[in-house]
């Protein structure tokens, strides 16, 4: 086994390096840079949208539609395996307390890179210009354009809707992934009670569990072809020039901040918490981790995350079954690291002065938009919009004549390089994840005697 992942480790990683030569060398063209924004993205479509499109359909779309039924698959074999609905509510708790206080440190880093290391000084007038027509075709594209949708009380809401939907069907159809997950719990609670009535129907779950399993192991062999699509693309339609200036300063604090949180906090509470080694649990990880990076979705990257945590990371069924699906939706330590570090760089840009009341609001909202992100690509840019909301809103609290950030050249501002931030930081939001699993392992280990027991 350990010398498969060696071996697919090694591809995966030449699908890397090959994606990055292919998008830079190939892909790119400089002379894009001087064409005017909106014509820019047209070309950078025509030149790179294939190699996308490929990435898709070899990887991602396989990879989403394993992902629904292994969610519930997998968290009601997680749920029915606890036995105990009293121990399900102290690992759920747990769980989400770790999440919670994670994503929360994670923020707070980011604000405090923010605010002592200005990536938003010297942004040049030519580039806030240029900004604003990319910003508004985005939103537009994305039907973002009125951000009266996207304020606190409605994130909040849209959570709560989320967690308990009124409709099954509708919640598989529209892909609400944290629908699913609590319907799921709920029925698996269900089951427990039902206790040997509702043994067939855990068996059945069972027997599809191991199919869905055996076809993520025959997918991991098509990742580093798919890892390669995908890298080229982002690569070819970013251009590596993007990376140097005030955009680089910016990108290279956001990857200091990911680095810290990936290679010391997780691996300190890992190391304190779980017991075990982390660099070696991360080393064990490897396949989810560059899954996440070249796909840059928690929710594709799933059932490989499943797979290397019970697989060889040493992490329970149980504990991966629930931890995991949740974490994939609800804990974001990569992303609400990032967007602190995003907005505090557009205010910053702008020339606006941020103090310590907006620094708190950006830490309480960041949470919330990183909890609300959807784990798809570019999901958390679409909740930064939330916080923004939040910080312009304290400032015309403190002095009513301030004007509200501009939203369209904000968001304009951190695309050219979003792709390969959302990249590093969906890999960091899968390390979480997988440290969380790993520490609940420890409260949840496989106990198959214990299983029997519940439904005797
Ligand atoms: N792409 C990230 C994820 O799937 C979310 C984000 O955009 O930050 O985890």
Request: one cysteine or more.
């Amino acid at each position: 086994m350990q010398r498969k992942a060696n071996i697919l480790t090694v591809l995966i990683l030449a699908g890397v390096v090959l994606g990055v030569l292919i998008g830079h060398f190939i892909l790119w063209d400089p002379g894009l840079m001087l064409l005017d924004p909106a014509e820019r993205s047209e070309r950078i479509q025509q030149n790179t949208g294939w190699w996308h499109a490929a990435g898709d359909f070899i990887l991602m779309r396989p990879l989403k539609l394993i992902a629904m039924p292994l969610i519930f698959t997998s968290v009601l074999i997680g749920v029915t395996g606890v036995g105990d609905p009293k121990r399900l509510g102290v690992l759920g708790g747990a769980t989400l307390v770790f999440y919670l206080a994670t994503m929360i440190f994670a923020v707070t880093l980011g604000v405090t890179l923010g605010a002592t290391l200005k990536p938003g000084d010297g942004v040049s007038e030519d580039l806030r210009a240029a900004a604003a027509t990319v910003g508004e075709q985005h939103l537009g594209q994305r039907g973002l354009d009125d951000p009266g949708q996207q304020d606190l009380g409605s994130a909040w809401r849209q959570i709560l809707e989320l967690m308990i939907p009124d409709n099954f069907v509708g919640a598989i159809v529209n892909e609400h992934f944290l629908s699913i997950i609590t319907v799921t719990i709920v029925m698996g609670i269900g089951l427990l009670i039902a206790g040997p009535r509702g043994r067939p129907f855990i068996a059945v779950v069972e027997s599809l569990h191991e199919a869905l399993m055996i076809l993520v192991r025959a997918l991991l062999w098509i990742m580093p072809l798919g890892v390669m699509f995908l890298v080229a693309w982002s690569v070819g339609s970013m251009g590596l020039a993007n990376l140097a200036g005030a955009l680089g300063k910016y990108a290279g604090i956001v990857a200091l901040g990911l680095g810290i949180h990936m290679f010391v906090t997780l691996p300190l509470v890992l190391w304190l918490v779980g017991r075990v080694n982390p660099y070696k649990y991360m080393w064990q990880m490897r396949p989810a981790l560059f899954t996440a990076f070249g796909t840059a979705s928690s929710m594709a990257t799933l059932p490989v995350t499943i797979e290397s945590a019970t697989n060889l990371g040493g992490c329970s069924k149980r504990s991966a079954g629930i931890v995991l699906p949740l974490g994939a939706t609800v804990n974001m330590d990569g992303t609400a690291l990032y967007q602190g570090i995003a907005v505090i760089f557009m205010f910053q840009a702008f020339g606006y002065d941020l103090h310590f009341a907006q620094y708190l609001a950006i830490v309480l909202t960041a949470t919330l938009a990183a909890v609300g992100a959807a784990g798809i690509p570019a999901g958390g840019l679409v909740t930064t919009i939330i916080i923004i909301s939040a910080v312009n809103s304290t400032l015309a609290a403190g002095d009513p004549t301030i004007p509200a950030l501009p939203l369209a050249a904000a968001i304009g501002l951190i695309l050219p390089v979003d792709r390969i931030l959302d990249m590093c930081r969906t890999s960091v939001n899968i390390w979480g994840d997988a440290t969380g699993a790993r520490i609940i392992t420890r409260l949840a280990p496989d106990d198959v005697e214990e299983k029997e027991k519940a439904f005797s």
